[in-house]
């Protein structure tokens, strides 16, 4: 990455020396069609392998890379540099991974650079040749040949290095060293042995990285009908694979005891940058005739042997996890809710008779007094916003919460009657 930056310094040191360069190539702001279609007709004129490729997804992927390409040329001529810390080519190291992983040959991706090289040389050379000034047209014109090429090598060279590695860790990925790695890592055990060490490295999780661990389990489906879980298991492995970009994430993901498994990896905050990610991509969302997911995700961790204690958080945070909320941090848990979900016999025990008038029944509306109370305690005990948050009087409140007292014994009017109130009806959902 620090070659990367020091590579794209020196190009918009370039730049500065030769200004009509850079307005020509500011010019191209609006011209991405234009570029893609060229390179486009010509790939499909003499590379076979790329015109095998062609489809729906794989165009529309194509044309998103080719108006990314140019954004970062028109910046590096602008230079407005990536800010320190981001890959200023981590956009094509996922288009490297796309292909790979749809087997698009690595010698097509390669041509369409060398042609994509020829269309901008095209493109920059007929503007500058109409240029007045024809020695600040010839500078321009020599500054930006030697641009189109090194620029062009150099992102070619990230593409072949993410590309091999993606195709590394597809053919890891089914491999039984994959999985021993990830049992060794779940148990604490670091890296033992060239394979598992190299698996390690390959997966991008490098030694003294923050680590945190995740566990994805799907919802049943919204609307009745029966799902193959083992098919949208393995949907969900390649789509966490697909969203967790290897410029920024070390990961190694596979299926266990029904659950899909997650180590994510990376420079900081490893577990919320990965909710970050899966919230962006809509992750958990349920579809109108889909299938959305639950996941828990660990607090950070510094060493391998604190991996068993991330698993065991992760699995507590998914069960926290539900439609409403589909991702869930173990820090977001609910306390008072865990210790409620994790009552014992003998706290259930303590659960006070006078219950059962609080619960649906009771010769009224069914539930009206439990949900009084809920939303007595969520209006922090103000009558007047308990009125309007169930749509009646005030005066309703005022009479049902009398009725309480009065069943109960507890006066839901002050902070420990209110809580004690909301305790024990919990409590009795959870003993079902």
């Known amino acids: 990455m620090a070659t990367a930056h020091a590579q794209v310094q020196e190009w918009s040191r370039r730049f ?10 500011a010019g191209l702001q609006n011209r991405s069609a234009d570029i893609w279609r060229r390179t486009f007709e010509l790939l499909q004129r003499e590379s076979p392998e790329y015109r095998n490729s062609v489809d729906e997804a794989f165009t529309k992927e194509s044309k998103s890379h080719c108006r990314e390409l140019l954004n970062a040329i028109i910046a590096v001529a602008a230079g407005r540099a990536a800010k320190t810390g981001s890959d200023p080519f981590g956009f094509v190291r996922t288009h490297a991974e796309w292909r790979a992983r749809h087997q698009v040959p690595l010698v097509a991706s390669l041509h369409a650079y060398r042609l994509a090289h020829k269309t901008y040389w095209g ?3 007929e503007l500058l040749l109409r240029h007045s000034e024809r020695e600040e047209a010839l500078f321009a014109l020599t500054m930006l040949s030697e641009f189109w090429i090194e620029f062009f090598d150099f992102v070619g060279a990230v593409l072949a290095e993410a590309h091999a590695v993606e195709e590394g860790l597809s053919v890891a990925q089914n491999s039984h060293s994959y999985a021993s790695l990830i049992d060794d890592l779940l148990r604490g055990v670091a890296p033992r042995g060239g394979e598992a060490q190299r698996l390690h490295t390959l997966c991008g999780i490098r030694p003294g990285a923050p680590m945190a661990v995740a ?4 919802f049943p489906s919204g609307n009745g ?3 193959d879980l083992d098919v949208t298991r393995r949907s969900l492995v390649r789509l966490i694979q697909q969203v967790l970009p290897s410029a920024v994430f070390g990961r190694l993901v596979d299926i266990r005891n029904d ?13 919320r940058g990965l909710l970050k990610v899966l919230r962006r991509h809509g992750f958990g969302r349920r579809a109108t005739n889909g299938l959305a997911a639950g996941v828990g995700v660990s607090l950070d961790t510094m060493e391998v042997s604190g991996l068993p204690a991330a698993l065991e958080e992760a699995r507590l945070a998914l069960e926290f996890a539900g439609p409403a909320r589909p991702l869930m941090h173990f820090s977001d848990i609910d306390l008072p ?17 006078w219950v059962q008038h609080l619960a649906p029944g009771d010769g009224r509306q069914p539930g009206e007094l439990s949900r009084t109370i809920r939303a007595f305690a969520e209006s922090s005990l103000n009558v007047k916003q308990t009125a309007r948050r169930l749509g009646v009087h005030t005066n309703t409140v005022y009479f049902r919460l009398n009725r309480i007292h009065k069943l ?3 006066d839901a009017r002050t902070f420990s009657g209110a809580t004690l109130l909301l305790t024990a009806l919990r409590l009795k959902e959870s003993a079902g």
Do not use: H, N, W, Y
């Open 259 to 271: 659950d899909v498994l997650v180590i994510v990896s990376s420079d900081s905050d490893p577990a």
């Open 215 to 218: 566990v994805a389990r799907p």
């Open 337 to 353: 809710e865990f210790l409620i979900r994790r009552a014992d016999k003998t706290a259930l025990r303590f659960i006070p008779e």
């Open 408 to 410: 109960t014994g507890v």
């Open 225 to 227: 009908k029966q799902i």
């Open 16 to 25: 500065r020396k030769a200004p009509l360069a850079s307005r020509v190539v």
């Open 123 to 125: 493109i920059t050379q």
